[in-house]
């Protein structure tokens, strides 16, 4: 077994890399959210004074970059990083490309739908612990309008939502990870593997992530031989409120019991009461910016000490659940102590 | 009269439309393209014909109408030109509305930006 | 309902749609159907005035204010989709603005609209039916084999 391997998924990293800075950018409605007040910058409108939604999107990416290379003191052009490792929801990814073309630093696009982010940061970790890289920028975007007319219905389309689905995040986080320096570890990284659970709406991803996200954390726990409370917080990327419960359930069957310290980025990041998102939040920029603007603030004021961040995806096309295929779907945990 | 009778039938055809779509997991896109082949199947029996005497725009309104519009064009040419009709006459009845739809949604998208 | 780990994928699976299907949350019913009902209703009423003013207008027939009734109605469907509220409106009546013709020049102005910024060929005109387009294609099929049907039938009586 390699050297640093723990059980069937799991990397315990030898010299646990730090988050030296990190960088939020959220839209309207995610300013007025319960975080609203926790994100370094937040914008007036869908376009932010671009030509699309997409060019909006990566001037959001961009701007989350900037503000994490800030807080990190690497203020040079291009900046002293060794790897740029972004994702997105578009098609080919344009959003990260064409922000490691602003960036001009070495440049690793990464899909994994939702989960990203945690892709992101488990990749960076294992460059810095691997004795590959001493600086990473991971970052991870979503925009609600540019991912509507992609994967679903035209923004102006009058179609009715059903109450389990969710509503894509618009935003995006970026961490600087460092081999030395101040801030949070990352501790251990469990890489999830592709589950199928047999759902097919497309609208119920909650439901079709869930079971991806109790299979990495049982693993998680299994491989580390932790239990629930040795976390304070642990938090999945998107599941929303139904996916949530369903979390919980199968959780439970396992006889992993999740309580009140089990959390998810989807429920923290909108006021169902106020805002009508029906199930929550999703998309990559979900987790992204809850992490990089909430989380990590909770864990600098000293609130959380131990988190478990599990990202989870829904790996769908619309090309695949045309031609009537399954919605399968990933979650990447990284595990990270103050 | 007729206006409350093409309130409640107009109103039925939505209600169906709606029962369905919350009941099972048809797409919008499945049950308007439903209710325009079941406006034509109606159609070809005369039995469109029928509700729209009884009430107005309770059944020209909705997208049933449309299917029974396609059907009545084609029939008609047939009467008068023989089989061809079926190919030359189907547009005869629906152009107003396709015409309208493709000239109002371009001089709407070339206006008006996307929002949310 | 317990999925028992080391059972075959395909029962695990079965019983996790059942779980999920009964946990779903369901739309509101009984809401979202008086809404459907009064908003198409309205709609429909609101098409019989039209041709009303129509027939009275211009001198045609009732039958013949149908066409200028329908165009008035993509009009306005174009129109609202465009200022941004139809989608609003939609989320509240949904079938009620959905199955009237408002809702096929919803489909095809939001279309257009939201694929301006690839261009007027690619984007506009390219994209304009990709919501709208099954509505018509079978439509016409189904007039064209219906009037098969029947022009085979007059031939053989």
Known sequence: MAKKRLGMQTVQLEQPPVIIGAGSAAGPMEAEGPLGLDFDQTYPDLTIGQQSFEKAERQMMIDACNLALKKANLTQKPPQIDYFLAGDLLNQIITSSFSGLQLAVPFLGLYGACSTFCEGISIGSMLIDGGFADKVLCAASSHNAAAERQYRYPTEYGSQRRPYAQWTVTGAGALVLASSGQGPRVTHVTTGKVVDMGIKDPFDQGAAMAPAAVDTIVTHLKDTGRKVDYYDLIVTGDLARFGHEMAIRMAGQQNVVLDERYKDCGMLVFDPERQDVHSGGSGCGCSAIVTAGHLLKQMAQGKVKKLLLVATGALLSPTTFQQGDNIPAIAHAVALEA | MMYLKAFIVGGLICLLAQMILDNTKLSPGHVLSGFTVAGGLLGGLGLYDRLISFAGAGATVPISSFGNALVKGALQEVNQHGMLGILTGMFQMTSAGITAAIVFAFLTAVTFNPKS | ?157
């Open chain 3, 1 to 157: 309902m317990k999925i028992k780990q080391g059972t075959s994928q395909q029962s695990q699976q079965a019983l996790y749609k059942q779980m999920v299907t009964k946990a779903e949350p369901k739309p509101p019913r009984l809401r979202n159907a008086i809404a459907a009902f009064l908003t198409g209703g309205l709609v429909c009423l609101t098409g019989e005035g039209i041709t009303d003013f129509w027939e009275a207008t211009m001198g045609i027939t009732h039958k013949q204010a149908g066409d200028p009734t329908v165009a008035t109605l993509v009009f306005l469907g174009a129109l609202l989709t465009g200022l941004g509220f139809f989608d609003k409106m939609a989320r509240f009546a949904g079938a009620g603005l959905a199955v009237p013709v408002t809702g096929f020049a919803n489909a095809m102005t939001a279309s257009a609209l939201e694929f301006k910024r690839e261009g007027l060929v690619f984007g506009i005109g390219g994209r304009m039916f990709q919501l709208a387009g099954a509505v018509i294609v079978y439509g016409v099929t189904t007039a064209f084999f219906v009037g098969l049907l029947a022009s085979l039938l007059k031939m053989f009586r």
